[in-house]
């Protein structure tokens, strides 16, 4: 077996994949492509231009007009990418409240969904890569060296949440975390084609209780291909 090249990462929010894939993509030296980010964006220039997160058609022309940069964070920085919104680093607005409340109904357009692929996909073509999302392997990158579909408990999830909102000084009860979480999975589950399912060929990895270096540890044979 060779070393996987490119690498689909996919579960709901909070089951660990950002903080596993980008301690794999540290680790054995891929770019890391949270795609999650590039709906967050054509989000917050929606909310900018007053485009209706329902009017599919402006959406997907916005996304098509709007240069999405993912760039790697400069050494000794505590961000994991910076995100440009044309030119412009949104790094931080990309993860607002507004931009939460929207960027379920923004993703959930065929047509943006359309416009943004084509970028994944150049992405995952310019080298060794894991793209973390919610549609990585079955249809962003069917064929995938190697999908992961990680889970963890509701509970265990919206704990994760709730630290990290904590630590960012949002001040938020753990009942509207976990209610918070319940409410996107659900929407997450609606997408119709889109909705979040798991590839039948992804190896499905439960998080809860389990540290982000031991599933690493336990992966890498999967990853360098032994
Ligand atoms: O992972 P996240 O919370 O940053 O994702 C933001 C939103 O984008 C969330 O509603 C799910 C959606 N999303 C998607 O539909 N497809 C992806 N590949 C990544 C994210």
Same mark, same amino acid.
């Not at 949270?34 to 058609?57: F, N, S």
């Not at 030119?87 to 993860?95: A, H, L």
């Not at 994944?120 to 190697?146: C, F, H, K, Y």
């Given at each position: ?17 950002? =903080? ?10 891929? =770019? ?6 590039? *709906? ?15 009017? #599919? ?23 994991? *990418? ?79 949440? *709730? ?53 690493? #540890? ?9």
């Amino acid at each position: 077996m060779n070393r996987a090249r490119t690498i689909a990462v996919d579960g709901p929010a909070g089951s660990g994949k950002s =903080t596993i894939g980008k301690l794999i993509a540290d680790t054995y030296g891929y =770019t890391f492509l949270d795609t999650g980010a590039l *709906y967050r964006a054509i989000t917050l220039a929606a909310i900018r231009h007053h485009v209706c997160p329902g009017d #599919a058609e402006a959406l997907a022309e916005l996304a098509r007009e709007t240069r999405v940069c993912i760039e790697p964070p400069d050494q000794g920085e505590k961000v994991w *990418y910076h995100v440009r919104l044309d030119g412009e680093d949104v790094t931080s607005q990309i993860r607002s409240p507004e931009v939460d409340r929207h960027v379920s109904e923004v993703s959930s357009h065929p047509s943006v969904r359309a416009v943004l692929l084509e970028r994944q996909r150049e992405i995952a073509r310019s080298g060794p890569s894991v793209l973390v999302g919610r549609d990585i392997g079955t249809v962003v990158l069917p064929d995938a060296d190697l999908k992961l579909f990680l889970t963890a408990t509701v509970e265990e999830r919206a704990r994760r949440r *709730y630290r990290d909102m904590a630590r960012a000084g949002k001040d938020v009860s753990f009942e509207w975390v976990l209610e918070d979480v319940e409410r996107r999975d659900e929407a997450d589950r609606n997408k119709g084609e889109y909705s979040l399912r798991v590839a039948e060929d992804a190896v499905v990895v439960d998080t809860t209780g389990r540290t982000p270096e031991q599933i690493v #540890a336990e992966l890498r044979p999967w990853i360098v291909g032994e």
